[in-house]
C-alpha cells in the first residue's frame, strides 16, 4: 500500500467556517424567533428564509474547511456533485424546520426532522468530499464516519429544539443567549465536518496515472462560497428591516395607545381627542365638527387656536361633511375652499378624518396645516384612522355616561335635581352655614289638590302641571337657591343666606309664578345653627302642613297649631 498523502488545514481557514457556522445558527435562530407571533403567510416565509440560511451556513462552512485542507497535489471540484450538496443542505434544512415549525408537531416530529436533518448536512458533507478531483483515492475511517453522523444529527437536534420553542413563544433569547446557542450549534456543525475530515485518508492513485481536471478551481469554489454569503447577508439585511418596521409599528401603537388613554382621562373627551389629534398628525390646528342624522353640524372642540372661530361659521364644511358621510373615507385637500372655516384660518392644506360610529358618520376632524403640502404620508393617514376611531368610542362613552349621571341626578320627568342631591346640596350648604355663621332657610312646596287634577283630567295633565310649575319655579329662581322634585308634587327649595324674612318672601314670589290656574302651600322654616338637615326638613314639613290646615295657597314661617317638627 502507497504512503498516504501528508495533509494539514490552514488554521485561518478553519476558524473562519467555525464562524460562519456559527453565524448561520444565529441566523436561523433570529429569524425562527421572529416567525413567533406572524402571520401564517410571513410565519412560512421566515421557516424557508431560516432554512435557506442555516443550510447556506452549513454549506459554506464545508466547502470554507475543505479551501483549509493543504495538500500536496492540485484539487479541483466536481461542479454538479457541488451544486447537489448545496441542494442537500438547503433542502434538508428547509424541509426540517418545517416539520417542527408545524403547530402538531411534538417530539416524535422533532426526533424524526433531527435526523432528517442529520444525515442531509452529512449527504452533503459526504457528496462535497465525492466531488474532489485529484491524483488520489479517500480510504474512510468507519468509527469516525459513524461518529460524524451522531455529531450531525445531535447538533440538528439542539437546533431544532431551540428553533420550535421559539417559533411557538415559549420563551424569548435575547441578543446573549441566542449568540451562546449558534456558539453551540456552530461547534456542532463543525464538529460533524471535522471529525469526517479525519475519517478520511488520502492515497495517492497507481503511479504515472494523471486526471484531467476540468471542475471547480479553488477561485471558482471562492466565487461559490461569496454568492452564498451574499444570500445570507441579504436575508439579515431584509430580517433587519422587517425588525425596523415592526419597531416602528409597535412605537406607532404605542402612541395610538397612550394617546387614546389620554382621552380617557378626565372630563371633555372631545377636547382631548383634539389635541391627540394635533399631536400625532403634526398639524398647526385641528376642528372637531360633529354632526348627525337630523342634526345640524356643530363645532364641538378645537385644538391648536388661540381663539376658537364661531361656533355657527362651519357652511364651507357642510359639504365635506357629506361626502365623508357617503364615502365613509379620509380626504386630503391640497388647498381648502375659499369662505371655508378651514381656509378662513389660513390652512394651506387640511385633512379631513371621518369620525364613525356603529357605521353611521357622527362628524369629522379637520386638520389644518398652514404649510403647502402634497400628501399625507400612508402611515399618518393610518394611524389617525385609529386614534379617530377610538375618539368616537371616547367620546361616546363620556356621553353615555353623562346622561347615566344626569339620570341618577336628576328627576326624568321635570329636569329637576332629585332628592338625592338635594339631601347632599343641603348637608354641604349646612355645613358652608355652619362654618361661616351665615342664614340658611328650606322651603317645602305642595301642589294643592294636586290629585284632583289627576283625578279629572288624567295622569297626563298632572304631569304637565309638575312640569311646567318646576320650569316656571326655576325661571323666578335664578341663581339663588337651589330647588329640586322630593317626591310626588312635593318641592324643596334650599336658599342659602336668606333668614326667614329672606326666605318667606322668596318662597312667596314662587307661589305666585305656578301656572294654569293651580295653587300650591309652602312652609318654610330657618336653620337654628344646630339642626341636622333631616330635622330642618321636618321643621319646614310641619310648616308646610300647618299651612295646608289653615286652607291651602300660603306660606307658612311659623306654626299656628302644637304640631310635630319631626
Not at 29 to 47: C, E, F, K, N, V
Not at 371 to 396: C, E, G, N, Q, Y
Request: with cysteine; hydrophobic share 50%; proline share 2%.
Amino acid at each position: 500500500m502507497s504512503q498516504a498523502i501528508p495533509t494539514h488545514e490552514r488554521l485561518g481557514l478553519v476558524l473562519l467556517s467555525v464562524a460562519v457556522a456559527m453565524v448561520a445558527g444565529y441566523l436561523a435562530l433570529d429569524l425562527a424567533q421572529r416567525s413567533a407571533g406572524a402571520t401564517p403567510l410571513m410565519r412560512r416565509i421566515w421557516i424557508v428564509a431560516g432554512g435557506v440560511t442555516i443550510g447556506l451556513g452549513i454549506w459554506s462552512m464545508h466547502f470554507i474547511g475543505m479551501l483549509a485542507l493543504k495538500m500536496a497535489m492540485p484539487v479541483s471540484y466536481d461542479l454538479p456533485l457541488v451544486a447537489v450538496s448545496m441542494i442537500a443542505a438547503i433542502g434538508g434544512s428547509v424541509v426540517a424546520l418545517a416539520v417542527v415549525a408545524r403547530p402538531d408537531a411534538g417530539f416524535r416530529g422533532l426526533v424524526y426532522a433531527s435526523g432528517f436533518l442529520g444525515l442531509a448536512v452529512a449527504a452533503m458533507h459526504y457528496l462535497g468530499m465525492a466531488s474532489m478531483e485529484m491524483n488520489a483515492d479517500i480510504k474512510w475511517n468507519a468509527g469516525l464516519v459513524v461518529i460524524s453522523l451522531v455529531i450531525g444529527v445531535v447538533a440538528a437536534f439542539v437546533a431544532l429544539f431551540l428553533v420550535q420553542q421559539l417559533g411557538r413563544s415559549r420563551f424569548r433569547m435575547g441578543i446573549a443567549r441566542r449568540a451562546g446557542a449558534a456558539v453551540v450549534l456552530g461547534l456542532g456543525i463543525s464538529g460533524l465536518h471535522y471529525t469526517a475530515m479525519a475519517a478520511a485518508t488520502f492515497q495517492p492513485t497507481m503511479a504515472g496515472m494523471s486526471t484531467h481536471h476540468t471542475g471547480l478551481g479553488a477561485d471558482g469554489l471562492v466565487v461559490f462560497l461569496a454568492v452564498g454569503a451574499a444570500l445570507m447577508l441579504a436575508i439579515l439585511i431584509v430580517g433587519a428591516a422587517a425588525d425596523q418596521r415592526r419597531a416602528a409599528a409597535a412605537i406607532d401603537l404605542a402612541l395610538v395607545a397612550e394617546l387614546t388613554r389620554g382621552m380617557s382621562i378626565g372630563d371633555d373627551a372631545r377636547t382631548r381627542a383634539c389635541d391627540a389629534v394635533l399631536e400625532l398628525s403634526g398639524a398647526d390646528f385641528v376642528l372637531l365638527i360633529e354632526a348627525g342624522e337630523g342634526r345640524e353640524p356643530t363645532l364641538a372642540a378645537t385644538a391648536g387656536l388661540e381663539n376658537d372661530p364661531s361656533a355657527d361659521d362651519i357652511d364651507g364644511e357642510r359639504k365635506t361633511l357629506k361626502a365623508l358621510a357617503d364615502r365613509g373615507e379620509p380626504t386630503f385637500v391640497a388647498e381648502p375652499v375659499a369662505g371655508s372655516m378651514l381656509a378662513e384660518l389660513g390652512a394651506a392644506a387640511a385633512f379631513y378624518e371621518p369620525l364613525v360610529l356603529d357605521r353611521q358618520s357622527v362628524g369629522m376632524f379637520a386638520i389644518g396645516y398652514r404649510s403647502k403640502r402634497r400628501r399625507v404620508s400612508d402611515r399618518s393617514a393610518s394611524l389617525l384612522a385609529m386614534l379617530a376611531a377610538d375618539a368616537a368610542l371616547t367620546i361616546d362613552r363620556e356621553d353615555l355616561l353623562a346622561r347615566l349621571d344626569l339620570m341618577a341626578r336628576r328627576d326624568e320627568l321635570t329636569g329637576l335635581v332629585n332628592r338625592r342631591v338635594l339631601r347632599e346640596t343641603l348637608d354641604s350648604e349646612l355645613a358652608i352655614a355652619g362654618e361661616q355663621g351665615t342664614d340658611l332657610s328650606l322651603a317645602i312646596l305642595d301642589l294643592d289638590s294636586f290629585k284632583t287634577v289627576n283625578d279629572r283630567l288624567g295622569h297626563q295633565a298632572g304631569d304637565r302641571l309638575l312640569k311646567t310649575a318646576a320650569a316656571a319655579w326655576i325661571s323666578e329662581l335664578g341663581e339663588v337657591g337651589t330647588v329640586g322634585r322630593y317626591g310626588g308634587d312635593e318641592f324643596v327649595v334650599i336658599l342659602p343666606g336668606h333668614d326667614r324674612a329672606g326666605g318667606a318672601a322668596v318662597t312667596e314670589r314662587l307661589r305666585l309664578v305656578v301656572p294654569e290656574g293651580a295653587t300650591c302651600s309652602a312652609g318654610v322654616a330657618t336653620w337654628d345653627g344646630s339642626q341636622s338637615a333631616a330635622q330642618l326638613i321636618a321643621a319646614a314639613d310641619a310648616l308646610l302642613y300647618s299651612a295646608k290646615a289653615q286652607g291651602r295657597d300660603r306660606t307658612a314661617t311659623t306654626l299656628s297649631h302644637d304640631l310635630p317638627l319631626a
